[in-house]
């Protein structure tokens, strides 16, 4: 059995794994989450996931979920370019560093605004008050000057001169507001250049096809069953996460 990837693309790690695996010839089946329906939820997969969360990858008899997990096995088991993991020992603690760093900083803040400008309103026919949208900013705003200042720093990329898992990573969580009309990097060129460069490197073509869906994510939210169970149990979860 060849090596089956279960992702959704709206899904900011999905589009990680799916980017990594497709910019190293990594041979996959591309298995489809449904999401707004509940597929995480089936018997299906949960014997892929019991977190009924998505990536999750099943190679062979092994399954995986958490995307950083992921990213780790298919550079490490398919030998990917060192510079996306690197072998070297401080390289590497450096890629770690960032992805241990941004779970619950930029993907959690990106995600909120998304969920705040796109999402949350669709499901429930009521805007964000401004307040909350306004602190949703300033605390994603705080978290790039971090990324700028202490990750990034003066170097064309986080681990270094090459670009890593931690750049990609980077990337697809801060396309996430982008994707709502708010370029978070707006009015800081170093990061905006840094955004160029890893889009060049991944190549442009297949970053620009792994977000096709996600920028047009307004289609999906207005698309939505609101009187569906599934959909208003998912409205009730996501109000809960990002408050």
Same mark, same amino acid.
């Given at each position: 059995?060849?090596? =089956?990837?279960? !992702?959704?693309?709206? /899904? *900011?790690?999905?589009?990680?794994?799916?980017?990594?695996?497709?910019?190293?010839?990594?041979?996959?089946?591309? &298995?489809?989450?449904?999401?707004?329906?509940?597929?995480?939820?089936?018997?299906?997969?949960?014997?892929?996931?019991?977190?009924?969360?998505?990536?999750?990858?099943?190679?062979? #008899?092994?399954?995986?979920?958490?995307?950083?997990?992921?990213?780790?096995?298919?550079?490490?088991?398919? +030998?990917?370019? %060192?510079?996306?993991? $690197?072998?070297?020992? *401080?390289?590497?603690?450096?890629? %770690?560093?960032?992805?241990?760093?941004?779970?619950?900083?930029? @993907?959690?803040?990106?995600?909120?605004?998304?969920?705040?400008? /796109?999402?949350?309103?669709?499901?429930?026919? &009521?805007?964000?008050?401004?307040?909350?949208?306004?602190?949703? !900013?300033?605390?994603?705003?705080?978290?790039?000057?971090?990324?700028?200042?202490?990750?990034?720093?003066?170097? $064309?990329?986080?681990?270094? =001169?090459?670009? /890593?898992?931690?750049?990609?990573?980077?990337?697809?969580? !801060?396309?996430?507001?982008?994707?709502?009309?708010? #370029? $978070?990097?707006?009015?800081?060129?170093?990061?905006?250049?840094? @955004? =160029?460069?890893?889009?060049?490197?991944?190549?442009? =073509?297949?970053?620009?096809?792994?977000?096709?869906?996600?920028?047009? /994510?307004?289609?999906?939210?207005?698309?939505?069953?609101?009187?569906?169970?599934?959909?208003? *149990?998912?409205? +009730?979860?996501? *109000? &809960?996460?990002? &408050?």
């Amino acid at each position: 059995m060849g090596l =089956e990837l279960y !992702l959704n693309l709206l /899904s *900011q790690p999905c589009r990680a794994v799916y980017i990594f695996a497709k910019k190293n010839n990594i041979a996959f089946e591309f &298995k489809f989450i449904d999401l707004s329906t509940g597929q995480q939820f089936s018997e299906e997969f949960g014997k892929v996931n019991a977190l009924r969360l998505v990536p999750a990858i099943k190679d062979g #008899d092994f399954t995986l979920g958490e995307s950083v997990a992921i990213l780790k096995y298919l550079a490490c088991k398919y +030998q990917a370019p %060192d510079h996306w993991y $690197p072998a070297d020992l *401080q390289k590497r603690a450096r890629v %770690d560093e960032y992805l241990a760093w941004q779970h619950a900083t930029i @993907r959690y803040q990106g995600s909120r605004i998304f969920m705040f400008r /796109s999402l949350l309103p669709a499901l429930t026919g &009521k805007p964000i008050p401004k307040d909350r949208m306004d602190e949703a !900013l300033e605390d994603l705003r705080k978290s790039i000057q971090i990324f700028e200042d202490k990750f990034l720093q003066d170097k $064309p990329y986080i681990a270094g =001169e090459k670009v /890593s898992l931690a750049d990609l990573v980077a990337l697809v969580e !801060l396309m996430q507001p982008l994707s709502t009309g708010i #370029d $978070p990097l707006e009015g800081r060129p170093k990061l905006i250049e840094w @955004r =160029e460069r890893v889009k060049g490197d991944v190549g442009k =073509e297949l970053f620009d096809e792994a977000h096709e869906k996600m920028m047009k /994510s307004k289609d999906f939210a207005n698309a939505l069953d609101l009187n569906s169970p599934t959909v208003q *149990q998912l409205a +009730q979860k996501l *109000q &809960k996460k990002y &408050k």
